[in-house]
């Protein structure tokens, strides 16, 4: 297993460590992911999280190797509507998304630009591009999927089975509405 490496917000008031290898890094192009981050880059002195053709790039970490070192009394839910299941968490000391939390989910899809950029994971595949009205400016350098992959079940499944089937929770102090 990789060393743990620590990671944090813009302003450093907010860290977390992450142990092991990430289950997957990849770029969503889903509409949610899209409209979440354009609504996020509205918050005072955010930044987009965006690339160039507009995905979501993450890092999938099991919730059991992800450990708040400082700042959790910072972070704020924003979902998309009142009955949303994802909630992103936000770092409100500097308004950085840190992570998305789908419903349910023993995973925690960690937002790339929170790394260094010479330390980011490498992606491995784009997701959800069927979303897209035009999937012509897409790189072509990994794989572009319509939706997720079984691949991509099947690693999430196998994570939640080396969990013991737990899901740890996380809380939010607060919430965003933007």
């Not at 993450?58 to 509507?81: H, M, N, Q, T, W």
């Not at 595949?125 to 079940?153: A, Q």
Request: charged share 20%.
């Amino acid at each position: 297993m990789k060393d743990a490496i620590n990671i944090g917000c813009t302003c450093g008031q907010t860290r977390l460590e992450l142990r092991g290898e990430p289950i997957l890094v990849s770029e969503c192009l889903c509409t949610s992911c899209r409209l979440a981050a354009d609504r996020l880059a509205t918050l005072p002195g955010a930044r987009s999280i965006l690339t160039t053709y507009s995905a979501t790039p993450c890092a999938e970490y099991r919730k059991d190797r992800v450990r708040i070192l400082s700042g959790a009394e910072y972070f704020s839910e924003f979902r998309l509507s009142a009955d949303a299941g994802t909630r992103r968490f936000v770092a409100t000391c500097c308004n950085t998304p840190i992570f998305m939390e789908l419903k349910g989910a023993h995973w925690l899809s960690i937002y790339l630009h929170l790394w260094p950029e010479q330390e980011q994971p490498k992606v491995a595949l784009r997701t959800m591009t069927g979303d897209l009205p035009d999937r012509s400016s897409l790189p072509g350098d990994i794989p572009n999927l319509k939706t997720h992959s079984v691949m991509f079940y099947a690693k999430l499944l196998m994570a939640w089975f080396c969990m013991g089937f737990k899901n740890p929770k996380i809380d939010a102090s607060g919430r965003i509405d933007v």
